[in-house]
């Protein structure tokens, strides 16, 4: 299996891990009727970055996002890439606090909250000091499992659908584009690790932009489903729609009595690949930084991992709304002015050849 088909699962299977929990109450949000203008704008921006980023990487073949930002200048380095490194930190520590909330509930409610995200991040850990080339290879055998189990949550949980819940669909106003919220949606992106793969293989627009298609038809599907089946005011009510969407199916006949198993499976093998990717991404990031080069990627990878860890204890369900403004905020910042950035540099310095 190639690698460009490898990274496209990758791709895939980070927005899988978010997207089950988060996308939906960020769509919900913003609108109450035609909620596939929200998803395809933010789709649409997405991939207008990615072709931009891809663009850039491509004029400086063999070298990856932290050589050509050395290349502009080592402050460079520092102040675009290091405020990148700490806003993934909290990333890590809020996508393992939000499944180890979820894989509680569904079918760990007497382990406490601290031993499953520590088994969740010392497999993490373990999985990001092997190196990417495990990620890529582990990350195929998830995709393998999990992929039958979301398609299976999906089409099962069309089963209670009503279609009057979802109209109207049509609406062309977009008044959500001056909503403060619409900054959450827009972050809602995970593709600037691709600029670390460009020093092994060239990257091209084809393979991502089919992932892409993957992604924006599954987050219609979570934005959706739960709509089909409650309808816009319930569903802006519920904490996670679409695990309330599958408690809501009634499989009796199958021998696994709650569809939700097979929610909470999915999440434990797309969570751990999700910051197995994001501790590589800072164990190189700084491992390539000046004067850190003496110590290894994966003393980074622990040291990280153990701040991220200290931070997902010390999150409460109600500290939440209070970072997701910066953290969101500092994501969109790092999502356009680094693909930017590398694309204008990119240009001027072919010119000048």
Do not use: C
């Not at 995709?143 to 062309?172: C, E, H, Q, R, T």
């Not at 569809?259 to 999700?274: D, M, N, P, R, Y």
């Amino acid at each position: 299996m190639t690698v460009r088909v490898q990274i496209g699962v990758v791709f895939i299977i980070l927005h899988l891990s978010f997207g089950y929990l988060v996308y939906p109450n960020l769509i919900y949000a913003l609108t109450e009727v035609a909620h596939w203008r929200v998803v395809l704008l933010q789709g649409l921006f997405q991939i207008s970055l990615i072709w931009i980023y891809i663009k850039g990487l491509n004029y400086f073949p063999k070298n990856d996002l932290v050589d050509i930002f050395l290349k502009i200048g080592k402050w460079a380095g520092f102040i675009f890439l290091i405020p990148f490194v700490i806003n993934v930190i909290f990333i890590v520590a809020f996508n393992i606090r939000l499944h180890t909330a979820v894989i509680n509930e569904i079918f760990l409610s007497r382990t406490p909250n601290w031993a499953i995200t520590f088994l969740i991040f010392s497999i993490s850990v373990y999985t990001a000091i092997k190196g990417i080339g495990t990620i890529l290879r582990s990350s195929i055998l998830i995709f393998i499992i999990a992929i039958p189990l979301v398609l299976f949550n999906i089409f099962s949980s069309g089963i209670n659908a009503d279609v009057y819940n979802v109209l109207p669909a049509w609406d062309l106003s977009f008044d959500f584009l001056i909503d403060k919220k619409f900054v959450y949606v827009l972050a809602f992106s995970s593709f600037l690790f691709l600029g670390l793969m460009t020093s092994e293989i060239k990257l091209t627009f084809g393979p991502i932009f089919l992932s892409w298609l993957i992604i924006l038809l599954f987050l219609l599907s979570v934005v959706y489903i739960p709509l089909f089946i409650f309808g816009q005011e319930t569903v802006a009510r519920l904490e996670i729609p679409f695990l309330e969407a599958m408690e809501s199916v009634d499989i009796s006949w199958f021998p696994f009595y709650r569809q939700t198993i097979f929610f909470g499976v999915s999440l434990v093998g797309l969570v751990i690949v999700a910051n197995a990717v994001m501790l590589w991404l800072i164990g190189i990031i700084t491992h390539k930084m000046p004067h850190w080069k003496l110590v290894k990627p994966s003393y980074w990878i622990i040291a990280f991992s153990i701040t991220a860890f200290i931070i997902a204890l010390s999150i409460t369900s109600t500290s939440w709304d209070q970072y997701i403004p910066w953290i969101a905020g500092i994501q969109l910042y790092s999502m356009i002015v680094i693909p930017l950035t590398i694309f204008i540099y990119g240009f001027f310095s072919k010119r000048r050849q």
